[in-house]
C-alpha cells in the first residue's frame, strides 16, 4: 500500500516562502518521476511541477516557473517544493502523487498518476 504524506503547508503573506516535502513509502520508486498538484477552491486540479528519478529533469507549470523548486532526496523517498514569491494566487491545497506503475520519468497530467496524498494547505495573505 503506498502512503504519501506531506507536510510544510501554512499561512504566509505574499512574497514569502515555504518548502513542502512529502515522505513515500510502501513501494518501490526507483526509476519513477514525482509530481506536485494543485486544487483551489472552485477549480480544478492543476500540475505544478515534476522531477524524474535522478532528479536531473524537472518540469513546471508556467505559472510556477522561477518561483518554485522541485527536488528529490531518494535515500529518504522525500520529494520537496520550495516555494518562493508566494502570490495570492497560489493559496491552494497542495498534494504530491507518484505515477502508475510503468509510467517512467516525467508525468504531467494528473490521469498518469494513481498515488496521491492527502495534501496539505498552503494559504498566501495579500
Known amino acids: 500500500q503506498v502512503q504519501l504524506v506531506e507536510s510544510g503547508g501554512g499561512l504566509v503573506q505574499a512574497g514569502g516562502s515555504l518548502r513542502l516535502s512529502c515522505a513515500a513509502s510502501?513501494?518501490?520508486?526507483?526509476?519513477?518521476?514525482m509530481g506536485w498538484f494543485r486544487q483551489a477552491p472552485g477549480k480544478e486540479r492543476e500540475f505544478v511541477a515534476a522531477?524524474?528519478?535522478?532528479?536531473?529533469?524537472?518540469h513546471y507549470a508556467d505559472s510556477v516557473k522561477g518561483r518554485f523548486t522541485i527536488s528529490r532526496d531518494n535515500a529518504k523517498d522525500t520529494v520537496y517544493l520550495h516555494m518562493n514569491s508566494l502570490k495570492p494566487e497560489d493559496t491552494a491545497v497542495y498534494c504530491c502523487?507518484?505515477?502508475?506503475?510503468?509510467?517512467?520519468?516525467?508525468?504531467?497530467?494528473?490521469?498518469?498518476?494513481?498515488?496521491w496524498g492527502q495534501g496539505t494547505q498552503v494559504t498566501v495573505s495579500s
Open positions: 502523487a507518484v505515477p502508475t506503475i510503468g509510467n517512467y520519468g516525467l508525468r504531467f497530467h494528473s490521469y498518469e498518476y494513481s498515488y
Open positions: 522531477i524524474s528519478w535522478s532528479g536531473g529533469s524537472t
Open positions: 510502501g513501494r518501490t520508486f526507483r526509476g519513477y518521476g
